[in-house]
């Protein structure tokens, strides 16, 4: 059995006026967490206490407090603020300790596609050139690398030992970066995706 809600408050009101047993629980952490917190619609409720069961069973949002975007992850790792409007703002929002290697993946795109323009797309530094043809950003312990799904299938086994998904490659800060295959992976981006 479901109820449709309205908002968060709505799952709040309802928690508050048929708490009993575990869904007195459920509304004492949601109340907490109620100016960061947004439902999605949903309260599933489980037979064995179908009054009053909300806990774990409601779709949240958490929301950023500084920019007020939205996410299903608590503390979701994001670019906040002000989007850059170029490459350098991009890396000068970044840890100081991560801009060299920033400016050194930069570089090394730069030169493989010299007819392509430097933009932000997707709040990341990228290369365009009639539509995007790579990305790349930082993260916590990576620079990420986004040519493309079907750029990291056809550089497959050049990637191997390389932390791979579909469209990602993940260069962590501490190893040295694949300059050459960089090159290769671009120049393969301008070739399939350019115009």
């Known amino acids: 059995m479901s109820r449709k809600l309205g908002s968060a408050q709505q799952a709040y009101e309802m928690a508050a006026k048929e708490a009993v047993l575990c869904g007195e629980k459920f509304f004492n952490y949601q109340k907490e967490q109620a100016d960061n917190w947004r439902s999605t619609g949903y309260v599933i409720m489980c ?18 407090p500084k920019c007020g975007r939205e996410f299903s992850r608590q503390d979701q ?10 490459i350098d703002e991009y890396i000068a929002a ?40 790579i990305h790349f950003a930082a993260s916590k312990k990576h620079v990420g690398i986004y040519p493309g ?6 550089f497959a086994e050049e990637l191997e ?34 115009r």
Not at 47 to 64: F, L
């Open 94 to 133: 970044q840890d100081e300790a991560v801009q060299p290697r920033l400016m050194e993946v930069r570089s090394i795109l730069k030169s493989a596609l010299p007819e392509a323009q430097e933009r932000i797309s997707w709040s990341m530094p990228t290369y365009w050139k009639g539509q995007n043809l």
């Open 77 to 86: 790792s994001h670019y906040c603020g002000k989007k850059p409007q170029s």
């Open 47 to 64: 037979q064995k206490y179908p009054v009053c069961c909300y806990e774990s069973e409601v779709a949240m949002k958490w929301i950023c």
């Open 149 to 154: 799904g079907e750029a990291t299938t056809v």
């Open 161 to 194: 030992g390389f932390d791979v998904s579909k469209g990602t490659i993940r260069l962590p800060y501490d190893k040295e970066l694949p300059s050459e295959l960089l090159v290769k992976i671009a120049r393969w981006c301008l070739a399939e995706y350019g």
